[in-house]
């Protein structure tokens, strides 16, 4: 089983509709998560993070279930700007030591008009 | 620009040869880390930093590799004999560090072994 589990995609969606990922991480350790955003041929940039109260920042709202270990991200009235890969990540932080980030695959989503 | 940077972006050579690969953190971020990207897939970690000490190794990680951080600064990723299966992104992030952490990405080194 790996580590983080997403559902690939594509997910096709046209222009102003709300589209949710989900993922599902393997480590009950994991310490904090947070969702990146990359571009195609481009580095991933930190969309943003996750925490137990759930968050959101604009358009965009993230929710962490720590008993399932599960996480998920909203997008609502998506932007053809919007288009990308998501990529859900979980940091299992043991003490003393770094943060080894542990990628899913990321999930596609496709922003038509 | 004060982010990330990584030298060269595109790197093509012929199986057997060595590279070398060069990542410049921000400059107040104390820990370096390289990760690798094959196509379809996140980034996998391969090794970090902290300051100058190289703390960790992921197995992914194998002997033809090496990476140093000589001065707590820049860092360079060597890779000798390389295979096929070397060919990846190679991303090279920089953080100040602490438990929830953010991790800065530079653009990359995209490296292609014929």
């Known amino acids: 089983r790996k580590e983080v589990e997403q559902d690939p995609g594509p997910f096709n969606v046209p222009e102003g509709a709300t589209v949710a990922f989900n993922c599902t991480y393997s480590?009950?350790?994991?310490?904090?998560f947070f969702w990146y955003r990359q571009d195609c041929r481009k580095e991933p940039k930190l969309l943003m993070s996750?925490?137990?109260s759930g968050n959101e920042d604009g358009r965009f709202t993230a929710q962490l279930n720590r008993a399932s270990q599960y996480i998920s991200l909203l997008i609502r009235d998506s932007k053809l700007s919007d288009s990308a890969t998501y990529l859900c990540?979980?940091?299992?932080?043991?003490?003393?030591?770094?943060?080894?980030?542990?990628f899913g695959t990321g999930t596609q989503l496709k922003v038509e008009l | 620009d004060t982010g990330v940077s990584q030298n060269p972006r595109h790197k093509i050579t012929k199986r057997g040869q060595n590279v070398t690969f060069r990542c410049d953190p921000i400059?107040?971020?104390?820990?370096l880390y390289w990760y690798r990207q094959t196509l379809g897939q996140g980034p996998e970690f391969l090794t970090y930093?902290?300051?100058?000490?190289?703390?960790?190794k992921s197995r992914l990680l194998s002997d033809r590799f090496s990476a140093e951080r000589p001065k707590g600064s820049f860092s360079t990723l060597e890779i000798q004999r390389t295979e096929q299966g070397d060919s990846a992104m190679y991303l090279c992030?920089?953080?100040?560090?602490?438990?929830?952490?953010?991790?800065?990405f530079g653009p990359g080194t995209r490296l292609l072994v014929l």
């Open positions: 992030a920089s953080s100040q560090g602490g438990n929830k952490e953010t991790q800065y």
């Open positions: 480590n009950s350790a994991s310490q904090s």
């Open positions: 996750v925490y137990s």
């Open positions: 990540v979980v940091n299992p932080w043991i003490t003393g030591g770094g943060n080894k980030l542990t």
């Open positions: 400059s107040e971020h104390n820990r």
């Open positions: 930093f902290q300051n100058e000490a190289q703390l960790e």
